[in-house]
């Protein structure tokens, strides 16, 4: 089986079985990493571009260390080093990019939608490594991954999401994914940082983050997105401590062997307490490394797989 896209731009078009196939892929992957030689010859000779128009550390270098692993020719482009600088379109940046035939593109952009604008213009691959406020694909299949190796199943899992909905890209991707493959996803954030017309994906909404966190098996934690606030969206940073941070007491409302997730990078102090995020139901680290084998598979699916 393959994907039935040239693209990963969504998980919106990814059916249940080609969202397992990433994962029973990644399964493999994960295994390079641990060797003494962290290297295989999969994508051989094949080139990818990572073209990212926003500061990135995680995304950008888990793609590039994916693409290398993979023997693949990896490229680093950023919008500060690139000819949009000196006033050249999306489209003619990308057009001359894939004049030099690279296989795959990845690409992150401020801009909804822009990897979409791009896949319909060029043959290359194109992979969407977070789009405006849109989705994070990726993002979504790691952290089911993670989930997946630290409880065995997604389906019948109680997933509650908090904070800063509204600008979250890995919210929307999250959403997607976890009720697509059968979890309970419930979301807790100020009324001001909740997506109009959030209950359409599938979620439940509860304000109260003492309620909401209840018997949880999964809690992820999303930062405040402080860079595209326009306005004041909470009165202080003290208020939205003491009302939506996860901390060890709070913690305690969930279930026994519950896991915390965070796609970071990490507000401590603001959205989390530092106890929590290094504490023992933590696998913020863990995500990134599954950030590498799940990008390696998604390469090579797209790129690789015959």
């Known amino acids: 089986m393959t994907l039935a896209s040239h693209h990963l731009l969504d998980i919106e078009s990814l059916s249940p079985a080609e969202i397992e196939l990433v994962l029973e892929t990644s399964t493999s992957f994960k295994e390079v990493g641990e060797r003494a030689i962290k290297k295989v010859p999969a994508l051989r000779g094949k080139t990818v571009i990572n073209l990212f128009f926003e500061p990135s550390t995680r995304t950008r270098v888990s793609f590039e260390i994916a693409a290398k692993r993979l023997s693949a020719d990896s490229i680093n482009v950023s919008s500060a080093g690139s000819s949009v600088v000196k006033g050249e379109t999306l489209l003619d940046t990308v057009k001359n990019l894939e004049a030099m035939a690279p296989d795959v593109i990845v690409m992150r952009h401020p801009s909804s939608g822009a990897p979409h604008f791009v896949a319909r213009r060029v043959e290359s691959a194109v992979v969407n490594a977070g ?21 065995g199943r997604l389906s019948g899992l109680k997933v509650v999401i908090v904070g800063d909905l509204l600008h979250s890209r890995v919210f929307r991707s999250n959403a997607r994914l976890l009720t697509k493959m059968g979890s309970s996803v419930t979301v807790t ?33 999303l930062r405040v997105q402080k860079e595209r606030m326009e306005g004041a969206f909470f009165p202080s940073v003290r208020e939205y401590f003491n009302l939506y941070a996860l901390t060890v007491d709070r913690l305690k ?31 913020i680290l863990d995500q990134v490394t599954n950030g590498v084998a799940v990008r390696m598979a998604i390469l090579y699916l797209l790129a690789g797989a015959s």
Do not use: C, W
């Not at 789009?131 to 409880?151: C, N, S, V, W, Y």
């Not at 954030?189 to 304000?207: D, S």
């Open 131 to 151: 789009d405006g406020m849109h989705e994070h694909p990726t993002q979504a299949l790691l952290d089911a991954f993670t989930i997946l190796e630290a409880k």
């Open 189 to 221: 954030a100020p009324r001001t940082l909740l997506p109009p017309f959030v209950e359409r994906l599938g979620v439940e909404v509860i304000t109260a983050v003492n309620d909401a966190i209840v018997d949880a098996d999964v809690v992820m934690m």
């Open 253 to 283: 409302r969930a279930k026994q062997d519950v896991i915390l997730m965070h796609p970071g990078p990490l507000n401590r102090g603001l959205e989390i307490e530092s106890a929590v995020a290094d504490g023992p139901y933590s696998l």
